[in-house]
């Protein structure tokens, strides 16, 4: 078996006046935050590890006002509530997800395609990095697609035949609009019920699946990849989940900022161990990684909001002068493995 390819760290600058909106529209992102939370604290307990499906141990630690669990057995992080189906329609397609979609709908084509070269573009370099050696390129479904910038940084980079599916349809319309213009073909991507997934990706014939930012939010994470390891047509999965981390640690100091890693439609976080342990359960391995996070930028921000709130400008000034070194600093705990997210490549083991 060949050794797995490291990849560690990447410049926050690339993306940071992308996320300078979670400064500026703090309160926006907050409010938001505790409607989730409030709609997430009525669902029923949750009885059993997200990643390894054992008995959820007693609570540990709170971050606005949301209790979690350290698994015991895989270390996984879960919040005490079950992220029901009913929950998860209600933040994904109902009017609180209305919400959160808007957030990655640009205005112009510009800057849709500012946040793709950016964001996107990166994650798929990464990826075509692995298949090199290869003659063609992998068919590839991204599942969860959102706004469809994936799929559109897929094509862009000669994986071809790549489609994306997601449940919200108001994102696919909004993707469809935008891929005509940029002249990709917009039957790529599709709308499927909560209930279609899973009997999609069983019937697939395609060869890798991504999951950018998805396996967190699905109530099923489990069944989810118990089908993908009966469909053997599937010899990939590309997957980016947050992480337990530091960004963790210093959210849950700030009430009067909003998380944007562990709360709202975050209910639970993996570590290390508890997603390789719930692929390897599957039949997949890690055979590349890439370590990046934004704990330093994180915690920046979480520093900045509630120093303008208390209108403490000598502090954001000073603050100012470490930013010189942020790159520097977020390296450190990546190439330790400290990032508060992870890119991975699984490939089938039988």
């Known amino acids: 078996m060949s050794s797995i390819k490291f990849k560690y760290g990447k410049s926050i600058w690339d993306i940071y006046q992308i996320k300078k909106s979670f400064i500026n529209n703090n309160n926006f992102f907050l409010k938001r935050q505790n409607e989730v939370a409030k709609l997430y604290k009525k669902q029923p307990l949750r009885k ?3 990643a390894c499906g054992k008995k959820i141990s007693k609570k540990i630690i709170k971050s606005h006002n949301v209790q979690y669990s350290i698994c015991i057995y895989c270390t996984h992080l879960n919040g005490l ?8 329609d209600a933040v994904y397609t109902g009017k609180i997800g209305q919400k959160y979609s808007s957030r990655y709908q640009e205005k112009s084509i510009k800057n849709y395609i500012n946040r793709q070269n950016k964001i996107y573009d990166p994650k798929v370099k990464f990826l075509k990095d692995f298949f090199k050696k290869r003659k063609n390129l992998p068919s590839t479904i991204d599942i ?25 349809h108001e994102q696919i319309q909004y993707a469809k609009n935008v891929f005509k213009k940029l002249k990709i073909n917009p ?6 019920a909560q209930n279609e997934i899973l009997p999609y990706v069983k019937n697939s014939r395609t060869e890798l699946l991504t999951l950018i930012g998805v396996l967190e939010h699905m109530y099923y994470p489990n069944k989810f990849l118990k089908i993908v390891k009966q469909n053997k047509n599937i010899k990939y999965l590309y997957i980016c989940v947050p992480l337990y981390s530091l ?8 009430n009067n900022v909003h998380n944007k890693h562990l709360g709202g439609t975050h209910t639970h976080l993996f570590t290390e161990r508890s997603l390789k342990n719930m692929l390897k359960k599957n039949n997949f391995i890690s055979v590349a990684e890439w370590w990046f996070g934004s704990d330093i930028m994180d915690l920046f921000r979480h520093i900045e909001v509630f120093s303008m709130e208390n209108n403490n400008l000598d502090i954001i000034e000073k ?25 991975i490549l699984f490939k089938r083991q039988n």
């Open 144 to 168: 969860g697609t959102g706004s469809g910038y994936f799929v559109s940084s897929l094509i862009k980079h000669g994986f071809k035949d790549s489609k994306g599916v997601d449940i919200s």
């Open 247 to 254: 960004s963790v640690l210093v959210e849950s100091c700030f």
């Open 81 to 88: 509530y079950d992220d029901t189906k009913k929950f998860t």
């Open 319 to 343: 603050l100012e002068s470490y930013k010189k070194i942020i790159d520097n600093l977020q390296l450190e705990l990546d190439k330790k493995k400290l990032s508060s997210s992870i890119h």
């Open 48 to 50: 059993q590890c997200k």
């Open 187 to 192: 039957e790529n991507l599709d709308t499927l």
